[in-house]
């Protein structure tokens, strides 16, 4: 049975590029544009794997999504993959590593990311 990689993120043109990647490799994918509709559908289809971007209705909206699952005991266990450009669109001179608390995610991948790249971080976390 193919795995379902839930993707959370505004920019149609990232999503369906990355879901006919993901596509082709043998996984159903399924999207969200916004945080709210992003917790609703992980809720409801159960996804092996979330891809997050941040920046979607507010500049800091991934990263709230990603605590509020990781307080929700049905999708605590789900792997978070971060997929962002916040640091190149803020300027920041720092990037995102995960902890427990703050970014409970898996891994933070930079935007743009290349599709080598995407393909090895999720083929490690849900194989």
């Known amino acids: ?5 839930l993707m959370i993120d505004d920019d149609p ?4 590029a990355t879901s ?7 996984y159903n994918v399924v999207s969200a544009s916004n945080g ?9 289809n159960k996804p ?5 971007d941040v920046m979607m209705t507010t500049k800091s909206e991934g ?14 266990n789900t792997p978070v993959i971060m997929i962002t450009g916040v640091r190149k669109e803020m300027n920041l001179p720092f990037g995102f590593e995960p902890d ?16 080598d790249v995407l393909l090895e971080a ?3 976390v849900i194989g």
């Open 100 to 115: 427990e608390t703050w970014l409970p995610v898996e891994q933070v991948l930079e935007k743009p990311v290349k599709p």
């Open 122 to 124: 999720v083929s490690k």
């Open 1 to 5: 049975m193919a795995k379902t990689i």
């Open 20 to 26: 006919n990647l993901l596509d082709a490799k043998g």
């Open 48 to 52: 092996n794997l979330i891809l997050l």
């Open 36 to 44: 709210k509709d992003g917790l609703e559908k992980a809720q409801k």
């Open 63 to 76: 990263f709230d999504v990603a605590r509020e699952m990781h307080k929700d005991e049905s999708l605590k």
């Open 13 to 16: 043109e990232f999503v369906e």
